[in-house]
């Protein structure tokens, strides 16, 4: 069998790894990658050296993937527990037998004196095995108990070898898991990521998209309802009469005017970064001056949301209210406790506590996402005809909890689950199928189909199933489980007897393969790393049958911008894209919703008015196949790492515009921008003096021969006053053009790079600075050849160069002018100095604002760069004044944030 590119990385660095002595290791590829492959290659190489293989898998599905590739590959295997072959595929479950699985251990206790007599017997059968290969597919489930009991069995098998697998990235671990991790298998030995294993084509390519909606009307109706007595608590808090020290008051004594000995503003920061969040938004709103030392960035230009309104509060519970005896804070504590559960939140002795929200509820289950679904059947079918496989996958078959009293009448009682969505799509497609753990069920002619379908290979199973029909759909009874029934409806659905397999992300998640899948509808309301790595990876196997094959995956987000909680949904995509990378519509690998749309920001939701345009462009998007594979330029040479961008959006024309000289190379669909240092055209002042002197002498002999001395002595004189009129036209035109200039993308970047370089802060400057112009206009810069770290470094670093003045510690400016009136009418022969009108002031980044010297160095990559400049210590007596002058100005006028991006 044909190795792929990582595949084969993957094995050169283990077998580096053991060559080095190492018993333990740990590799990393995405779902559909292979890396069963990697595993039981390594298997086979220790089977032929005379160690058995224990494979160890989290479900029974993943157990029997590995029997039946290790069957293809010659290799005798055994899902026994007595080892009785050179391969044994187990699950987790098979070795954590406890005695009574109620019983926690006790302190001190080991888990594996808690063993059943079965665990006992087969941790004995590993000790006995002789040379061990340990095999952990899908690691990441390794957590506290199954992850402890490893931990335990290991120490007692300390000659044997251990291979880690997993799809989860190490970046998303928890730092308990992390550590756990490394106690088991150590530093990595390999990993690669999605965008690698599309760029090398083992992996389709892929977009993710989203489509929006808003609640019902009766669901918007309850949900406006339930927001009213929070925004009755808003509207009390910013009046000067709730409590002996309002609200507003608690805030600026707290943030802005603090008292000798109270936390700086670094110090809140570092202990409660959410609560800092919370007081700059609470500051953008214009209810809260500017704490000093405070930046603001994207995350903060936005207004308070309901969690940081509660946070807010919160703050001033425990601060105040809570230890106070007074009336009033007793009446402002009651007012709280009433209006905090719309928002999902109780306010407790503790202080405030998050519990289960019926707004999440409403929003998460909502029947317009049920709606957005068959609209995106009816699109997805246009756009793939017959070949469309298209899975759409929610949390469960059915609601399993009754709904609350006041949910009653609001949504329907199974309103998100799979037979909910089935029964909608049954009503216009004949060609959809649902399967769960529980339940086969669908159209009764596609049921029929289906049991054909399997009297094709298994007619004694086929002849004991019959089509019971139902009021919106019919199920398919008979004797048989989900281990039969899972395999025969997905070859079904690979054959094209459904086109649409709707279920459960339990059934249809980690573990389940059909290489045919062309997208996935998301109605699930999961977000842990693991759920949102295997559902992506359903769709990403490349199709033997279809080369050319394109993944699209759609996200249904439910939005109500009128409740404080109303983008609950939103946040909730927001974290599905968090640490995942994909193409967006200009070409970059981007992380987060900004690969889905370049106007989606993580900190807030579209407006409703954008939704219609959105979808709509949405929908253009997943119909043109052509352009999602060309844009991830698959192929094409690739470094597999990670840095930061900052894109730049101009408000106005000619706000910090491309520099002049800079050379657009196409590279579609967007284009490159690489500085091509083109100097002015500029004479040295020996070059002006040779100018004047050779102008002097074209005047002599212009004279008239017969006029005599007095005609040289003219034309010396005429001379003179060129060489004069030169040195003079020179000087205004370029002070005049130096004034008019605005500093440039590349400028800015520029300077900043310089700086931090260095200051060493980084390991390259300018020359690594790399700019792209997008389809819209936009800039985006990055520091590329720089880690990770110092490549988000510079991206905080220019975005505060470009942001709004706040309070930094140091100032630098560049001159201006208003009005260049007298430089345009400079008369020849007129010389002098001439100045600028008056000066802009920009901050200098804070990592280049702690220390004098530091300041000193940025001051002089900007003089280099975008200009004479005068750089001011802000806590000076000149600097207090011109700070608090331009405090909140915006010399630049551009919009900059930072998106983590692939390379």
Same mark, same amino acid.
């Given at each position: 069998?044909?190795?792929?590119?990582?595949?084969?990385?993957?094995?050169?660095?283990?077998?580096?790894?053991?060559?080095?002595?190492?018993?333990?290791?740990?590799?990393?590829?995405?779902?559909?990658?292979?890396?069963?492959?990697?595993?039981?290659?390594?298997?086979?190489?220790?089977?032929?050296?005379?160690?058995?293989?224990?494979?160890?898998?989290?479900?029974?599905?993943?157990?029997?993937?590995?029997?039946?590739?290790?069957?293809?590959?010659?290799?005798?295997?055994?899902?026994?527990?007595?080892?009785?072959?050179?391969?044994?595929?187990?699950?987790?479950?098979?070795?954590?037998?406890?005695?009574?699985?109620?019983?926690?251990?006790?302190?001190?206790?080991?888990?594996?004196?808690?063993?059943?007599?079965?665990?006992?017997?087969?941790?004995?059968?590993?000790?006995?095995?002789? %040379?061990?290969?340990?095999?952990?597919?899908?690691?990441?489930?390794?957590?506290?108990?199954?992850?402890?009991?490893?931990?335990?069995?290991?120490?007692?098998?300390?000659?044997?070898?251990?291979?880690?697998?997993?799809?989860?990235? %190490?970046?998303?671990?928890?730092?308990?898991?992390?550590?756990?991790?490394?106690?088991?298998?150590?530093?990595?030995?390999?990993?690669?990521?999605?965008?690698?294993?599309?760029?090398?084509?083992?992996?389709?390519?892929?977009?993710?998209?989203?489509?929006?909606?808003?609640?019902?009307?009766?669901?918007?109706?309850? /949900?406006?309802?339930?927001?009213?007595?929070?925004?009755?608590?808003?509207?009390?808090?910013?009046?000067?009469?709730?409590?002996?020290?309002?609200?507003?008051?608690?805030?600026?004594?707290?943030?802005?005017?603090?008292?000798?000995?109270?936390?700086?503003?670094?110090?809140?920061?570092?202990?409660?970064?959410?609560?800092?969040?919370?007081?700059?938004?609470?500051?953008?709103?214009?209810?809260?001056?500017?704490?000093?030392?405070?930046?603001?960035?994207?995350?903060?230009?936005?207004?308070?949301?309901?969690?940081?309104?509660?946070?807010?509060?919160?703050?001033?519970?425990?601060?105040? /209210?809570?230890?106070?005896?007074?009336?009033?804070?007793?009446?402002?504590?009651?007012?709280?406790?009433?209006?905090?559960?719309?928002?999902?939140?109780?306010?407790?002795?503790?202080?405030?506590?998050?519990?289960?929200?019926?707004?999440?509820?409403?929003?998460?289950?909502?029947?317009? #996402?049920?709606?957005?679904?068959?609209?995106?059947?009816?699109?997805?079918?246009?756009?793939?005809?017959?070949?469309?496989?298209?899975?759409?996958?929610?949390?469960?078959?059915?609601?399993?909890?009754?709904?609350?009293?006041?949910?009653?009448?609001?949504?329907?009682?199974?309103?998100?689950?799979?037979?909910?969505?089935?029964?909608?799509?049954?009503?216009?497609?004949?060609?959809?199928?649902?399967?769960?753990?529980?339940?086969?069920?669908?159209?009764?002619?596609?049921?029929?189909?289906?049991?054909?379908?399997?009297?094709?290979?298994?007619?004694?199973?086929?002849?004991?199933?019959?089509?019971?029909?139902?009021?919106?759909?019919?199920?398919?009874?008979?004797?048989w489980g989900s281990r039969q029934w899972v395999g025969h409806v997905t070859r079904f659905f690979e054959a094209g007897g459904c086109r649409v397999l709707v279920g459960t992300r339990g059934l249809l998640g980690e573990g389940w393969d059909a290489r045919s899948v062309t997208g996935i509808v998301d109605l699930t309301a999961a977000t842990t790393t693991t759920a949102v790595v295997q559902l992506?990876?359903?769709?990403?196997?490349?199709?033997?049958?279809? %080369?050319?094959?394109?993944?699209?995956?759609?996200?249904?987000?439910?939005?109500?911008?009128?409740?404080?909680?109303?983008?609950?949904?939103?946040?909730?995509?927001?974290?599905?894209?968090?640490?995942?990378?994909?193409?967006?519509?200009?070409?970059?690998?981007?992380?987060?919703?900004?690969?889905?749309?370049?106007?989606?920001?993580?900190?807030?939701?579209?407006?409703?008015?954008?939704?219609?345009?959105?979808?709509?462009?949405?929908?253009?998007?997943?119909?043109?196949?052509?352009?999602?594979?060309?844009?991830?330029?698959?192929?094409?040479?690739?470094?597999?790492?990670?840095?930061?961008?900052?894109?730049?959006?101009?408000?106005?024309?000619?706000?910090?515009?491309?520099?002049?000289?800079?050379?657009?190379?196409?590279?579609?669909p967007g284009f490159r921008l690489v500085e091509s240092r083109v100097p002015e055209w500029r004479l040295p002042a020996k070059g002006w003096l040779a100018a004047a002197v050779l102008l002097s002498i074209v005047l002599v002999v212009a004279i008239d021969a017969g006029s005599g001395a007095g005609g040289v002595l003219g034309g010396a004189a005429g001379g003179l006053w060129a060489m004069w009129?030169?040195?003079?036209?020179?000087?205004?035109?370029?002070?005049?053009?130096?004034?008019?200039?605005?500093?440039?993308?590349?400028?800015?970047?520029?300077?900043?790079?310089?700086?931090?370089?260095?200051?060493?802060?980084?390991?390259?400057?300018?020359?690594?600075?790399?700019?792209?112009?997008?389809?819209?206009?936009?800039?985006?810069?990055?520091?590329?050849?720089?880690?990770?770290?110092?490549?988000?470094?510079?991206?905080?670093?220019?975005?505060?160069?470009?942001? %709004?003045?706040?309070?930094?510690?140091?100032?630098?400016?560049?001159?201006?002018?208003?009005?260049?009136?007298?430089?345009?009418?400079?008369?020849?022969?007129?010389?002098?100095?001439?100045?600028?009108?008056?000066?802009?002031?920009?901050?200098?980044?804070?990592?280049?604002?702690?220390?004098?010297?530091?300041? #000193?160095?940025?001051?002089?990559?900007?003089?280099?760069?975008?200009?004479?400049?005068?750089?001011?210590?802000?806590?000076?007596?000149?600097?207090?004044?011109?700070?608090?002058?331009?405090?909140?100005?915006?010399?630049?006028?551009?919009?900059?944030?930072?998106?983590?991006?692939?390379?």
């Open positions: 069998m044909k190795l792929r590119v990582h595949q084969q990385r993957a094995l050169a660095a283990l077998e580096a790894a053991w060559v080095e002595g190492r018993r333990r290791a740990w590799v990393v590829l995405p779902p559909g990658a292979g890396k069963t492959l990697v595993g039981l290659e390594i298997a086979r190489e220790a089977i032929t050296d005379g160690a058995k293989v224990v494979v160890l898998s989290p479900n029974t599905a993943i157990q029997g993937q590995w029997l039946r590739q290790a069957a293809t590959l010659g290799l005798s295997t055994s899902a026994s527990r007595d080892l009785d072959a050179p391969l044994t595929s187990l699950t987790y479950q098979s070795v954590a037998v406890f005695g009574d699985p109620d019983d926690e251990a006790e302190t001190g206790e080991s888990h594996l004196a808690r063993l059943h007599d079965n665990g006992r017997a087969l941790v004995s059968a590993l000790r006995t095995a002789g %040379p061990l290969l340990l095999v952990l597919d899908e690691c990441h489930h390794l957590l506290e108990v199954w992850g402890e009991l490893l931990g335990e069995i290991l120490q007692l098998l300390p000659d044997a070898r251990v291979l880690g697998l997993t799809a989860t990235p %190490p970046e998303a671990l928890t730092k308990e898991e992390s550590a756990l991790v490394g106690t088991l298998f150590g530093e990595i030995v390999f990993a690669t990521s999605i965008p690698a294993v599309v760029r090398e084509g083992d992996l389709a390519p892929f977009a993710d998209l989203v489509w929006l909606t808003s609640p019902t009307p009766s669901e918007r109706e309850w /949900l406006r309802g339930s927001a009213e007595r929070f925004e009755e608590l808003l509207t009390a808090l910013t009046s000067a009469d709730l409590g002996t020290v309002p609200f507003l008051t608690w805030l600026d004594g707290r943030f802005v005017s603090r008292s000798d000995g109270a936390p700086t503003w670094g110090e809140i920061v570092k202990a409660s970064p959410e609560l800092a969040t919370a007081a700059l938004r609470a500051h953008h709103r214009g209810l809260l001056a500017l704490p000093d030392g405070a930046t603001l960035t994207e995350a903060h230009r936005r207004a308070p949301s309901a969690e940081d309104w509660v946070a807010l509060i919160g703050d001033w519970v425990r601060g105040h /209210l809570s230890s106070s005896e007074a009336a009033a804070d007793q009446e402002a504590l009651a007012a709280i406790r009433q209006a905090l559960p719309a928002v999902g939140y109780s306010l407790t002795r503790r202080g405030i506590r998050a519990g289960r929200s019926p707004v999440d509820r409403v929003l998460a289950r909502s029947e317009a #996402k049920t709606t957005a679904t068959s609209a995106i059947v009816d699109h997805e079918r246009l756009a793939h005809g017959d070949s469309l496989r298209l899975l759409v996958v929610t949390d469960h078959e059915r609601a399993s909890a009754t709904l609350p009293v006041d949910l009653r009448g609001v949504i329907a009682e199974q309103a998100g689950s799979a037979r909910a969505v089935l029964a909608t799509l049954c009503t216009a497609h004949d060609d959809v199928l649902l399967v769960t753990g529980a339940t086969v069920a669908g159209p009764a002619a596609t049921l029929a189909a289906l049991v054909a379908h399997i009297a094709e290979t298994d007619p004694g199973l086929a002849d004991g199933l019959r089509v019971e029909p139902g009021e919106a759909y019919a199920t398919l009874v008979g004797r992506r990876g359903r769709s990403l196997r490349t199709d033997p049958a279809r %080369p050319d094959k394109v993944a699209v995956n759609w996200t249904v987000v439910c939005v109500e911008e009128e409740h404080p909680r109303g983008d609950n949904d939103w946040k909730r995509l927001v974290r599905k894209h968090t640490g995942f990378f994909g193409a967006d519509e200009d070409g970059s690998v981007v992380d987060g919703v900004g690969h889905i749309d370049e106007s989606f920001s993580p900190y807030a939701a579209p407006p409703e008015s954008d939704f219609d345009e959105i979808n709509a462009r949405m929908v253009a998007r997943s119909e043109d196949r052509t352009a999602i594979r060309e844009r991830w330029r698959v192929g094409e040479p690739y470094a597999d790492v990670a840095g930061r961008t900052v894109r730049v959006r101009l408000h106005r024309a000619g706000a910090l515009r491309v520099p002049a000289g800079v050379v657009l190379a196409p590279r579609p009129a030169a040195y003079a036209y020179r000087d205004g035109t370029r002070m005049a053009s130096q004034l008019r200039r605005r500093p440039t993308v590349g400028a800015v970047g520029a300077a900043v790079a310089d700086g931090l370089k260095e200051t060493g802060q980084t390991s390259l400057g300018a020359d690594g600075l790399e700019i792209a112009v997008d389809s819209d206009g936009s800039y985006r810069l990055h520091l590329a050849g720089v880690p990770e770290e110092e490549s988000a470094l510079f991206a905080a670093s220019l975005e505060e160069a470009l942001s %709004p003045i706040a309070a930094p510690r140091y100032l630098v400016s560049r001159p201006v002018v208003g009005d260049l009136t007298a430089l345009k009418r400079l008369r020849l022969g007129v010389v002098g100095h001439h100045t600028a009108g008056g000066e802009a002031w920009h901050a200098v980044p804070t990592a280049l604002g702690r220390r004098a010297a530091d300041a #000193k160095a940025f001051r002089a990559a900007w003089e280099h760069w975008v200009g004479g400049a005068a750089l001011l210590y802000t806590g000076s007596p000149e600097g207090v004044g011109i700070l608090a002058a331009q405090r909140g100005a915006d010399p630049f006028d551009v919009t900059a944030v930072i998106r983590r991006h692939w390379s």
